[in-house]
């Protein structure tokens, strides 16, 4: 069992930045996938970026490319997205999410096994 525990989050305006973080239970945290999705109500819950268990890849959805970067940091147990440019189209409820994966499979944008309790982001002006 995973628990997730997320932090940041809040209100920010159009071009501004914020940086959600996750931090995990798991002592083995670096078998773990970490993804962050996020969910407009009314929508279904949409990977965002993900990094395998070591952080030597990473992949983020062409939306957030070049604006959102996701970094782990595994002596910490944590996971980290930054977010910069943000505009109101960016305005959802934001998850982490951890999966165990095989040793070398590529970054899973679906079917995660534990989830954060989730954290509002609202870009407005």
């Known amino acids: 069992q995973v628990q997730l525990s997320q932090t940041g989050g809040g209100l920010v305006q159009p071009g501004g930045s914020l940086t959600l973080s996750c931090t995990a239970s798991?002592?083995?945290?670096?078998?773990?996938?970490m993804g962050w999705f996020r969910q407009v109500p009314g929508q279904e819950r949409e990977f965002v970026a993900g990094t395998i268990p070591d952080g030597a890849s990473a992949y983020a959805v062409d939306i957030v490319k070049g604006r959102f970067t996701i970094a782990r940091d595994n002596a910490r147990n944590s996971v980290h997205l930054q977010m910069n440019s943000l505009n109101p189209e960016d305005t959802a409820v934001y998850y982490c999410a951890a999966k165990r994966i095989e040793h070398n499979a590529p970054v899973p944008t679906f079917s995660y096994d534990y989830w954060g309790q989730g954290t509002q982001v609202t870009v407005s002006s």
């Open positions: 798991a002592r083995t945290f670096s078998l773990y996938a």
